[in-house]
């Protein structure tokens, strides 16, 4: 997986994409980002938009559905898959804003490739602000359009310049990341265990990464409050395990790091949310199998090898956790989830939990556990937890 | 409504209960109750001084229709100075109005608001109608209740015979200031000029001057009264009833000057055709009450039940006066004077259950759709202007009809609730918006549906001004100060049917501009964004300028053709 990277990403979707040059480009100068044969593609659709004016039609962009409706769950391959939906977006009176904004969104993004240079989505935004009537008002309105341009290349939106700006999360442990000082070139070794209180950041941008470690598994924890309590006590020395906190959703990133480190070193992966909806289906959902927005990107960005050590609906029964009521936007998730999500609806063992949680109504963050000591979670629940790794859910 | 009249024509006596039955005419606390009163502790019962039936008898008589109306002012529009001038104004333009339409001249008034004090002002009212003889000048300015209206029936602005009296009598209670009319009949004829003030004790005139003047017009009316009175401009001012007078009399011409203005203003006549004569028509049965009823066989000259009927009443054949006898077990050759009050009462009732003919309709001027639509042309800048008059119809055996008008979009304000004018026998009516039926069938109909926004309970809300007008013989006003119509069903009916078809043209209207807007916009839109994709393209692509100039013409054109195919 790791050794395909990008560069064959097209292919990888399983269209023999016309924008994807056979050649391999040199990774190392942009990461992942296959800067040429991205460009090549740029050339080739404008191209195409171009003679089809001249020739009087009214040209199409077509882009696929970024929706869950729109993926398929493959259990072998571990991810959410891109279905074949496309929206067709054919020049029009009505289209015709939208195609001009997204036109100018791939000459931007093109500008960066050739210059090398990278604009976060906000920086987009305010380029746009150069564009006259062309403008976006508001930044929601060219997010979606650098979505939409994402998924219309199949590519990840790093290797059209754009990066993201939130913050990839948080490691501490029995890791050592190795990366590249930027001027230098020579190799950077960064232990993980040599934090103290604080973390190694993940970076925006993961491919060059390589890893040592002696860990024998990843912990992936969902809030900060909790990861703070298990790296203060170093529990990553008691169970020689590696934390990683997410902080929420798990961006690209993070997801893109776990996977890697999980991939080349054969390390199971383990994953620490509230016993809620919105942690089961879109926090480790998320992580496992990626997301239904950015389907053409979840096969690199997923960790199919993750299961769920808690906190599940039978924790909270069994570990007599305190509750609040769930919530009605919780209880919509829930019944969304078994309805409508491929992954949920692939696992029995899942609708089970997920019927569970709505028959008792509750839901349980993970500091909940303090009711029990505040150092329960670490003498008493996660040993007991990871002594029967075999019935963490899927 | 004739009977509380019938009523007060006679003067009212104390020990009588109010009547009429609308809520309009409670008499405020203020008048029988000073404030101050209210805080004294109240005297035990056993020390105060009782009265005896003789006592009450000494202080027991007659009160004039001038005393109960000084004393009781808000019922006929004066409860306020600012309400006063308008009220003023209002009495001296509508009697000019009626005069000149009576005698088929088209009107010219002017009408002058002098400021002599902070708050005390000058109203002159000058018309070119018909004039008034000399010997009835007096009655007319000095006395309430004298009229030439009241007794007939047909559409007219006055109908009570009270209106110019009591503003005179307002006049004279507030500022001490005598009422001064100057009129001539004719060329020819010498021009008059009295001092008038009212007699309240007596309900009579006081002439204080009466001279022959120099008076330039040919023929016609000037009246002046002083008053304590407030000026302001807005809603309820005067500014809003003449400009209102304007519209729904688009072939009358107003020269109007106010304080603080530099000239008059003058609002142009719209259109030089009078609105039709209506003409007289006596009552129809279905609309007379019991008690007017009795009071008219006992003041009739007939003699035979039958006959009465036949004479007094509209639309009463003698097959109907034979049926309405039998239904009522009473001869038609009974003597109407000796009818007693149960037989009486069985008359009302055959009356009612007898099917009679709707009265003829004649005796209504309507404005006419062409008219409002001059009449709003003429005052209100907008893009859009429709009209409806329904056909005549009939409440309580008197005839009406109602007429709608719509202005739309130009200069009439989109963000706020629509202007509502309603009219009633061609006068604005101004107060009392929410008691009356005209707006009541406003907010009854769902404007959403004719694609105005309106939020429940409320007006709609739109670059809207409505124009409603009802016209009768008879108007049901809910009070003698006559600012609300009453909600008879039928009228309700006619209204809301009114309503509608404005609404519905306005619908259309909207539609059809909605999608020459979206047309505009669609047309906007190509020439803003295409020359966008000419750049992108060429940025990306590397082509001269001329290329994209190409590129971008191309593109244009095949939108274009494809948005108009
Ligand atoms: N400017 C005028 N020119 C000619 N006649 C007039 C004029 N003003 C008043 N009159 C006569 O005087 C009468 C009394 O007027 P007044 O305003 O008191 O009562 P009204 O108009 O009959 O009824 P209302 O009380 O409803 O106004 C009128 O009926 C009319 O015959
Ligand atoms: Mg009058």
């Known amino acids: 997986m790791v050794a395909r990277g990008f560069r064959t990403i097209g292919a990888a979707n399983g269209k023999q994409d016309r924008f994807m040059a056979k050649k391999s480009v040199s990774a190392e100068k942009r990461g992942p980002s296959g800067g040429k044969n991205v460009l090549e593609a740029i050339r080739a659709s404008a191209q195409d938009i171009h003679k089809k004016i001249l020739a009087r039609k009214k040209p199409t962009m077509k882009f696929p559905v970024r929706s869950l409706s729109n993926v398929r769950y493959h259990p072998q391959r571990g991810f959410f898959e891109i279905a074949g939906r496309k929206k067709e977006r054919t020049l029009t009176v009505n289209t015709v804003k939208t195609f001009a904004q997204t036109l100018r969104m791939v000459s931007l993004s093109k500008e960066l490739i050739e210059n090398d240079d ?22 929601p309105e060219s997010d979606t359009v650098m979505d939409d341009v994402e998924a219309y290349f199949a590519v990840n939106r790093e290797q059209l310049g754009f990066i993201p700006e939130e913050k990839g999360g948080d490691v501490a442990g029995r890791l050592v990341v190795i990366d590249h000082d930027r001027d230098t070139g020579k190799a950077l070794r960064i232990d993980c265990t040599r934090f103290g209180s604080g973390a190694y950041s993940i970076p925006i941008s993961v491919e060059q990464l390589e890893f040592e470690t002696g860990a024998d598994f990843i912990l992936v924890i969902e809030t900060a409050g909790m990861f703070q309590r298990l790296v203060k006590h170093n529990y990553w020395k008691k169970a020689n395990c590696i934390l990683i906190s997410m902080g929420g959703v798990p961006t690209r990133a993070c ?140 | 409504m004739i009977a509380s009249f019938m009523d007060l024509g006679a003067p009212v006596s104390s020990s009588k209960s109010r009547s009429g039955g609308s809520p309009q005419l409670d008499f405020p606390d203020m008048e029988s109750l000073p404030p101050e009163a209210k805080e004294e502790p109240v005297e035990p019962p056993e020390t105060r001084k009782r009265e005896t039936a003789e006592s009450m008898a000494r202080r027991q008589r007659e009160i004039s229709i001038s005393e109960f109306f000084s004393k009781n002012r808000h019922l006929l529009g004066f409860d306020n100075p600012r309400k006063a001038l308008l009220t003023t104004v ?59 209206k009241f007794h007939t029936l047909k559409q007219s602005r006055g109908q009570q015979g009270i209106g110019i009296s009591a503003a005179g009598m307002y006049g004279l209670l507030t500022t001490g200031k005598s009422i001064a009319v100057t009129s001539r009949t004719g060329p020819g004829k010498p021009a008059h000029y009295y001092e008038i003030q009212i007699d309240t004790r007596k309900n009579a005139p006081q002439v204080i001057t009466d001279r022959v003047v120099e008076w330039e017009p040919p023929h016609g009316t000037r009246v002046e009264i002083e008053l304590a009175g407030t000026y302001k401009k807005g809603r309820h001012s005067v500014d809003d009833y003449i400009r209102q007078t304007a519209i729904a009399n688009p072939h009358c011409e107003i020269v109007f000057s106010v304080p603080g203005e530099d000239g008059p203003l003058h609002l142009e006549r719209g259109s030089s055709v009078l609105p039709p004569e209506p003409k007289a028509i006596k009552p129809h049965p279905y609309g007379v009450e019991l008690g007017v009823l009795i009071r008219m066989m006992k003041e009739s000259p007939v003699r035979q039940l039958g006959a009465f009927l036949q004479k007094e009443f509209s639309r009463v054949s003698s097959r109907v006066a034979q049926e309405i006898c039998g239904e009522a077990s009473l001869k038609t050759r009974a003597n109407p004077r000796s009818i007693a009050a149960g037989e009486a009462e069985r ?132 009070s003698e100060s006559k600012e609300a119509v009453a909600a008879y069903p039928e009228i309700t009916r006619e209204l809301r049917l009114a309503l509608q078809e404005c609404g519905r043209k306005l619908a259309s209207h909207i539609r059809t501009h909605r999608r020459a807007a979206e047309e505009q916009k669609k047309r906007s839109y190509i020439e803003k964004y295409i020359p966008h994709i000419g750049i992108a393209l060429r940025e990306i692509l590397g082509f001269s300028e001329s290329a994209e100039n190409r590129l971008v013409e191309t593109l244009k054109d095949v939108l274009e053709r494809s948005r108009t195919a």
């Not at chain 1, 990278?118 to 930044?139: C, G, H, L, M, P």
């Not at chain 2, 001249?105 to 002159?124: A, D, G, H, T």
């Not at chain 2, 109909?445 to 694609?451: E, L, M």
């Open chain 2, 90 to 148: 209002k009495e001296a333009v509508d009697n000019s109005l009626d005069a000149c339409e009576d005698a088929g001249i088209l009107p010219s008034l002017k009408v002058e608001i002098i400021q002599i004090e902070e708050e005390r002002f000058r109203v002159c009212v000058e018309d070119n109608g018909p004039g008034i003889v000399k010997a009835q000048i007096p009655k007319i300015f000095g006395k309430l209740l004298y009229g030439s």
């Open chain 1, 118 to 139: 990278i604009a976060t989505k906000r920086e987009a935004y305010y380029v746009s602000k150069n564009w006259e009537e062309a403008r976006f008002n508001e930044q």
């Open chain 1, 255 to 394: 997801r893109r790091f776990i996977r890697r480190l999980a991939d080349s070193k054969k390390i199971p992966v383990y994953v620490f949310v509230d016993g809620d909806p919105y942690g089961i289906t879109n926090i480790y959902r998320t992580l496992k199998v990626g997301s239904g927005n950015a389907a053409h990107l979840n096969e690199f960005f997923c960790v199919p090898q993750a299961s769920f050590l808690g906190i599940t609906p039978q924790d909270i029964v069994d570990y007599r956790l305190p509750t609040h009521p769930l919530k009605d936007v919780d209880i919509k998730r829930a019944r969304d989830a078994i309805k409508n999500d491929p992954f949920i609806r692939h696992h029995k063992e899942w609708i089970r939990a997920i019927e569970l949680l709505l028959k008792m109504s509750v839901r349980a963050e993970q500091q909940a556990l303090a009711k029990h000591g505040l150092n329960y979670v670490i003498d008493t629940y996660l040993p007991e937890k990871l002594r029967r790794p075999e019935r963490f859910l899927p």
């Open chain 2, 347 to 478: 008359l009302y009732r055959a009356i009612n259950s007898t099917k009679i003919m709707s009265p003829a309709t004649n005796c209504l001027s309507p404005i006419g759709e062409e008219q409002i639509l001059s009449g709003l042309k003429k005052e209100i800048d907008a893009d859009f202007y429709t009209a409806v008059t329904r056909s005549p119809s009939v409440y309580r055996g008197n005839p009406f009809q109602v007429e709608a008008g719509l202005a739309y979009g130009g200069t009439l304000p989109g963000d706020e609730l629509v202007e509502l004018m309603r009219f009633a026998n061609r006068v604005p009516l101004q107060y009392q918006q929410s008691a009356c039926a005209i707006s009541k069938a406003v907010l009854g109909i769902d404007w959403r549906s004719y694609g105005l926004s309106q939020s429940k309970g409320a007006l709609p809300a739109g670059p809207v001004l409505l124009f409603v007008h009802i016209a009768s013989a008879w108007v049901p006003f809910t």
